[in-house]
């Protein structure tokens, strides 16, 4: 098993879950307790103001709520409205910075721990305002809006924080929220507006948005081709991911019909040539091989010819509930932006 499979395991609902997790409860105690101390420092000043209009998107629990498609969603309106926005990230893993950069190619993206030193690069390349993509827990750094995601399938797990659950952070936290978006992938749409009714009892009066983060489309890792999702419909598929939620990646290719055989990696596995052969024998006997578009920036390229090339399902934010709050979120920022 998958150290991937291993951890939403142990985070997971079952009896057997709990009881292994068990030890681990005493260091997400110490580890609450450092993030509570961390926080009330940060709360009594000193934060920096970056150069331009700042949009900080982030969430509580650790991968998988869908924060990068969501960052990427921001910057598009942005460009939507005339302002080129700079994608600031810490730049782990090294396929976010690429996955962004086919998500919105009008943006500037810069890849830096240092997000004043991003601000400062992102600015000089013609950037007007700011997305800050996993930057909740930034608290050295004024924003100008700050939305946390919470996703649906998180919800339903382990309570805990790190390491004994998956949270970084606990409800108290989103006090520093201007707007809470609700993600769901695989979790029914009832299950998000439940987790969105739960949240509003908690923040009376910050506006929550409820996005469905769908497969939209198909496309080929090498053509660009597109395909609709029928495509998989009664077909056998092998899906690779090498994200934070393997399963419920899975899970979405088998609700657009497919007989998934699941290939789970580490959150930013970095495919070796044995993984490739893997994959590439998989594609030879006639199936599909469907990826993410964070794993399809490392196979992109190194896909060898005469081979049926992979296919990269590609995510879309759909709306279920309240994404005009956003909009209007994000104009109230850009306004004073336009001012000269």
């Not at 601000?119 to 100008?144: H, I, K, S």
């Not at 409820?210 to 999702?229: D, K, N, Y």
């Not at 578009?293 to 934010?317: F, H, M, T, Y």
Request: charged share 20%; net charge positive; with cysteine.
């Amino acid at each position: 098993m998958s150290a991937a499979r291993v951890v939403q395991w142990l985070w997971g609902t079952s009896p057997a879950a709990r009881v292994t997790r068990l030890p681990l409860v005493p260091l997400a105690g110490v580890y609450w307790v450092v993030m509570r101390i961390r926080s009330a420092r940060n709360a009594g000043g000193g934060v920096l103001r970056l150069p331009l209009p700042t949009i900080a998107v982030g969430n509580l629990s650790v991968g998988g709520t869908g924060k990068t498609p969501l960052a990427g969603w921001i910057a598009a309106y942005c460009v939507r409205r005339g302002w080129k926005p700079g994608i600031l990230l810490r730049g782990y893993g090294g396929d976010e910075p690429l996955v962004h950069r086919r998500l919105v190619p009008e943006a500037v993206v810069v890849a830096n721990p240092d997000r004043v030193a991003g601000a400062a690069a992102a600015r000089a390349a013609g950037a007007r305002v700011l997305v800050l993509d996993d930057a909740y827990q930034l608290l050295g750094v004024a924003r100008d809006l700050n939305v946390a995601v919470v996703s649906a399938e998180s919800w339903a797990g382990s309570p805990w924080p790190l390491p004994a659950g998956p949270w970084r952070e606990r409800w108290g936290a989103l006090e520093r929220a201007d707007l809470i978006v609700v993600t769901r992938k695989h979790a029914p749409a009832p299950a998000a507006v439940d987790v969105a009714a739960r949240l509003a009892r908690r923040r009376p009066g910050t506006p929550i948005a409820v996005a469905w983060l769908a497969l939209a489309h198909l496309e080929g890792i090498q053509s660009g081709t597109r395909s609709g999702l029928e495509l998989l419909a009664g077909q056998d598929v092998v899906a690779a991911a090498g994200i934070a939620d393997p399963a419920g990646f899975a899970a979405q290719l088998s609700g657009a019909g497919a007989r998934v055989q699941l290939l789970a990696y580490q959150d930013h596995h970095a495919y070796g040539p044995a993984d490739l052969e893997r994959l590439v024998r998989a594609a030879a006997t006639g199936g599909y091989v469907v990826v993410t578009e964070k794993d399809a920036v490392k196979l992109r390229g190194r896909w060898p010819a005469g081979i049926p090339e992979p296919l990269v399902a590609v995510l879309g934010v759909r709306w279920e509930r309240d994404g005009r709050a956003l909009e209007q979120a994000l104009d109230a920022v850009l306004a004073p932006a336009a001012r000269p």
